[in-house]
């Protein structure tokens, strides 16, 4: 028995967006790489390079582990992905306003929260127990830190990284539109606030007896093609800001670009027949 048209589209469509993932995958690795290589390196200031490149490449990972989970594009996780994504962004371009000062509170605060961790860990340990999973990865935190910066020598410091919130680093870095109309929403899945679990978590009792009260359910939403997008806007969004800073010119394809350039054939496509 042959398939039914239906079938037949769904599997054009499955294959369809299968290879725009990979191919969309493809490109933002490249551009990646491509930039790295185009930046001319100064080992006097490693921390300024190891800092920058970190964070891009986050961004590169952000966004193309969204591409290859559709199952994320919903409102459920895809705006705690993606505002892991601004949280990025924010962080980058804060950084590059000041790469050498910056950058090294980045790099020391982090290693700080790595000693706090390990100081967290030790009292779990039992005399004798050398060999258990807790001590291997003490042993394993310490020779990172060790490698970069003595753990005796690491201070940890509490608050922010950068010694100032989220906002303000937003503002410095004239990027607030993106912090007020994006980080701040996304915000509410991300931290679980009242405004989005009572709309996706909750629904209206239909029993009138009952006062029309509230309760819990776990919804399945349908993946929208809406948030791939939006994972790759904010990609792009972070190389032309990298790009704009450092004065680097890449000439590979934007994947950003091929995404809406698909987009539109397949538009196109499907509207002619």
């Known amino acids: 028995m042959g398939k039914s048209k239906l079938e037949k589209n769904n599997e054009k469509e499955y294959q369809f967006i299968s ?7 493809d490109r933002a690795r490249k551009e990646l790489d491509e930039r790295w290589s185009l930046w001319k390196i100064d080992l006097e200031k490693s921390e300024v390079h190891e800092t920058l490149g970190a964070l891009l490449a986050r961004q590169v990972t952000l966004a193309t582990q ?3 989970s559709p199952g994320t594009w919903n409102e459920h996780i895809a705006p705690v992905l993606l505002r892991a994504m601004v949280d990025v962004y924010i962080s980058l371009a804060w950084v590059l306003d000041d790469p ?8 020391l605060y982090g290693l700080g929260q790595n000693k706090l961790d390990i100081e967290h860990r030790k009292p779990r ?3 004798g127990d050398e060999d258990s999973e807790n001590a291997i990865l003490i042993k394993a935190l310490e020779a990172w830190a060790n490698s970069q910066r003595y753990t005796f020598l690491t201070e940890v410091e509490l608050g922010s990284w950068s010694g100032i919130n989220t906002r303000q680093m937003a503002e410095e870095a004239d990027c607030i539109d993106f ?8 915000s509410a899945a991300t931290h679980s606030m009242w405004h989005h679990i009572s709309r996706y ?3 209206t009792c239909t029993n009138p007896l009952h006062g029309y009260h509230r309760i819990p359910i ?3 939403i349908e993946p929208s093609v809406h948030y791939f997008y939006l994972a790759a806007k904010y990609l792009q969004k972070t190389f032309k800001t990298f790009d704009s800073k450092t004065e680097l010119k890449p000439k590979s394809e934007s994947a950003f670009d091929y995404l809406i350039n698909q987009h539109k054939s ?8």
């Open 266 to 273: 397949e538009s196109q496509s499907q509207g002619q027949k």
């Open 19 to 25: 290879n725009l993932i990979a191919n969309y995958i």
């Open 125 to 127: 340990l039992k005399e």
């Open 218 to 220: 776990d919804p399945d």
């Open 66 to 68: 969204i591409a290859l």
């Open 100 to 107: 050498l000062k910056r950058s090294k509170k980045f790099v």
């Open 179 to 186: 912090y007020n109309y994006v980080y701040t929403p996304f």
């Open 201 to 203: 978590n909750l629904q």
